[in-house]
């Protein structure tokens, strides 16, 4: 599994947007890049997951380089209930062998008013 | 359609005793994930089940086990409680060829005193 790098923490305030950059410089080929959410006392939730340039759905937006060494979550115009946990994953979807998400730190962020 | 359930949502225990904690996936999911969150941590991979057969488990010790019924279902168990023991059990469960979307439950929060 490829090691990846976050930010400890961001601050933000409400109807910025927000951007949270991952890193991974050892990404294999077959890996994606997956990234959830989690408030407090409650499970991760599953936002968005990409492999190269850029994917969108309805809650975030997903960036990433030719390199695929890094890639970053947007969140556009966040409110208050944006604050969370964000966690980036990178690993190879069709893996049988493990299956078990590994969760780094995470990015705590903080929305303010 | 209803996600991942768990129960219960709390569970207070003292030391020595046994804990036992229930899961029942998303319909259609036969794949169901186990970890384990104590407070202000990232999660720790614990147990995996699929079609009623053990996968792989975490670094943790015999005490913690479980098993998955006919009907995808999954308890978790927790001999022998220690102090350190007390954390959020997550469950989560997601479609065979989506490994990186797993779907988490609510969790059952663990207290050991």
């Known amino acids: 599994l490829a090691k990846t790098t976050q930010p400890i923490s961001m601050d933000s305030y409400e109807g910025q947007e927000v951007n949270i950059t991952c890193s991974h410089n050892?990404?294999?080929?077959?890996?994606?890049i997956t990234w959830y959410q989690q408030f407090p006392s409650q499970g991760p939730r599953f936002i968005i997951q990409g492999y190269k340039t850029k994917v969108t759905n309805e809650v975030a937006s997903l960036f990433i380089p030719a390199d695929r060494k890094s890639s970053t979550l947007s969140l556009p115009r966040v409110s208050l209930s944006d604050t969370a946990v964000y966690y980036c994953?990178?690993?190879?979807?069709?893996?049988?062998?493990?299956?078990?998400?590994?969760f780094g730190g995470g990015t705590r962020l903080m929305v303010k008013p | 359609e209803a996600g991942v359930t768990q129960s219960p949502t709390h569970l207070i225990k003292t030391r020595g005793q046994q804990a036992t904690l229930r899961c029942s996936p998303i319909?259609?999911?036969?794949?169901v994930y186990w970890y384990q969150q104590a407070l202000g941590l990232g999660l720790q991979f614990l147990l995996w089940?699929?079609?009623?057969?053990?996968?792989n488990r975490g670094n943790f010790p015999p005490r913690f086990s479980g098993r998955q019924f006919p009907n995808y279902s999954s308890e978790l168990n927790v001999n022998a409680l220690e102090l350190e023991d007390s954390a959020l059990y997550l469950c989560?469960?997601?479609?065979?060829?989506?490994?990186?979307?797993?779907?988490f439950g609510p969790g059952t929060r663990l207290t050991v005193t």
């Open positions: 050892n990404i294999a080929t077959n890996d994606y």
């Open positions: 319909s259609g999911h036969t794949s």
């Open positions: 989560a469960s997601n479609l065979a060829d989506r490994v990186y979307e797993q779907y």
């Open positions: 994953l990178v690993g190879d979807i069709s893996n049988n062998a493990g299956n078990m998400l590994t």
């Open positions: 089940y699929d079609e009623g057969e053990e996968r």
